[in-house]
């Protein structure tokens, strides 16, 4: 089975600032993905990569639309969907302007044999949740694991149009049962159990006379390739939105957002102003 191949991952499950990014990514089956994209955790081992992030970003801007960004505000538009539910976007009021990668015409020539696969390159999209909504979620006496499965749900629903599609998710967790969360979240599919255990939970849908296999994968992105190319692009949009929350709160240190010591100390020093704490923390 398969003519298209949907790789899906999240950034950011585990902060405490800054939003939940779940990305797709839609390609041909057939499609060559480099060796140099492998998994995005050896890819972006610290802020000296972030650079290789943006070079993919904007290559993967330049396969979809034909031609070179103006500034990674407008990747972030192209390939994103996100609700505020405040007057100012916190997330994206201060993303930069201005690329790191200095030439780009000559970033074209570096990739030039996966630009090579362009036609094969189908969609993007990437899904944020902000801590206000993401705590109102949970509030409900939901997890943080249905959360991040209802925006995995979410993202198959937008590759839905194209039939034959192998959906390659990461596990959430050690869970290993999913299907009664797919019925719930995709209730237009009927939902067929193939194989469930430790390493892989297997499943067939089927939809209106199209046929879909979703896979949740340990170490998805040892398994495929194109849920490294997510978790890439899916890092460098919760960079440049971290860029944009630093800046709007002013903290000078590029702290990670995540439960660490250095981000910890900056949240308790931050001095929210007009911005809504609830915005911008998570309180789990």
Known sequence: MGKYICGIDENGFGSILGPLVVTGILVDEGIKIPEYIKDSKIFYRNRNDFRKLEEIAIVLYY???KKL???PYEIYKKFTYSQCAFEENICEKNISSNFRTLNLNQLLSKY???LKESDKLKKVKLNLMCPYFFNAFVDKK???FILNLSLFCKTIKGM??????KFFCGKIGTTIYYKNYLCYFLPEHEIKTINENDEFSFYKSFKRGKNFEIVFYKNVENISPVSSLASIIGKYI???IM???RRCLNIKEEISGYRDKKTKKAIESIDFGKFKKECII???
């Not at 839905?160 to 599609?165: A, I």
């Open 63 to 65: 396969m979809i639309e």
């Open 69 to 71: 960004p103006d500034s």
């Open 112 to 114: 030039e044999d996966f």
């Open 142 to 144: 939901n997890s943080k």
């Open 160 to 165: 839905e149009e194209y039939d034959n599609t």
């Open 238 to 240: 919760r960079e440049i």
């Open 243 to 245: 860029e944009s929350i």
């Open 282 to 284: 998570r309180n789990c």
